[in-house]
């Protein structure tokens, strides 16, 4: 697989209860996980020694950006990192709640949804060659992410006029164009957002609003993986297929509402074709493409991985009970079902769905499935811990991250963003570093060693 930067993006849904009934407003909640918590977060932005930063968005939301990973199993450590490192401000603003004589307890979910119908994102950033044109990209990629929610979805009891159900994705029903400027209205499957935070002549950032929040460590894998071999194709010009849709838009509701996988789609050529089958093409194409290099162990994993996921979704998509967020949660949420006769309208139902994002690792229900081995997994708890405070060492995030980690600890003054660091002192330059997949700088290191 080329070498490659990714990035994800995440935001949290947020609310503090009280016996079950919201105690305080979400503006106020994010200001106790936010203003009180990170020492000199004045605008609630911050970079964090592991190269991540970590903000409030629109909605108050709080939002986690992994460092800049030029490996898929670190985008994923870097990703659940993310949900820890919230977790423990949560914490901390559950504490400051009881000093200022508040009770309720703060609850943050990774997912995409709320009660009142709201979207929220989970958004992709993959470093693409500026060689291949934004067309030619969509084209191959949009019928890809149509269809990708198969196995990427992270499920959802939706509510709609016709009663309660279960669906593949939580974003799919938010989805509103196909390619657009905006991120929070008139949602589009990819985002013309073109910020690569490196040399704007050479790169693109490919930036991908369509994906749901996932739980499981693998789907998250899996999601990037493939689209990461899906854009080595397209650049090494070796995908050259039409599979644009007649209506992209109506094509990830409709497979979305039908977790049986038989729904199909029309193409512009007029053939009609599942999501499964479409989805299959493409790997027929990126098995082909792989046989055709000489494949480093990544591509071949994630080729392998792909492989059996489709054809498990072919057999009998609840074999994959371990991997795929939708089919794990559906399974956990019938059993539930059975067990006390209850019917996808039950509240139960839709607070089961809920608790299932839940980050905190004893009460969330994923976390539960973890700690009983039920999920599959690309990493350790362990490792994850460790990235919360340490960054990928092979990409500009180490820059950034030491740099901040020596800062603090020398009660140094800064400011970073992803491209520059700098001491708040008007006798020192500020540091450009535009090369993301630079992991070592002479100029950062002499900086530190200034301290």
Known sequence: MKRRIFGLENEYGLTCTLNGQRRLSPDNVARYLFEKVIPGARNANVFLENGARLYLDTGFHPEYATPECDDIADLVIHDKAGERIVED?????????????????????????????????????????????????AEGLIPFFVTRQIFAGAGKVLQT????????????????????????????????RDEPHADAEKYRRLHVIVGDSNMSEVATYLKVGTTALILDMIEDGFFDRDYSLQSPVQAIRDISHDPTLRETVR????????????????????????????????TKDVLGRWTHVIEALHTDPMELHREVDWVIKKRIIESFMEKHRLSWRDPKVSLMDLQYHDIRPHKGVYFQLVKHDMVDRITSDDIIERAKHIPPQTTRARLRGEFIRQANLKGKDYRVDWVYLKLNDPERETILCKDPFQSHDERVERLIRSF
Do not use: M, W
Request: glycine letters at 6%; a neutral charge.
């Open 161 to 192: 006029p016709r009663g309660f159900h279960y669906c593949l994705s939580q974003r799919a029903q938010h989805i509103c164009q196909e390619i657009s400027g905006a991120t929070t209205s008139s949602r589009s499957i990819i985002n013309t």
């Open 89 to 137: 401000l949560l914490h901390q603003a559950e504490k400051r709640l009881r000093e200022d004589g508040i009770s309720g307890n703060i609850l943050l979910f990774k997912n995409n949804t709320d009660s009142a119908g709201n979207s929220y994102g989970c958004h992709e950033n993959y470093l693409v060659s500026r060689d291949v044109s934004f067309q030619r990209l």
């Open 267 to 298: 193409l512009k050529d007029g053939r009609t074709i599942t999501p499964l089958q479409l989805q299959t093409e493409y790997l027929e194409h990126a098995t082909r493409y792989v046989q055709s290099i000489d494949a480093d162990p990544v």
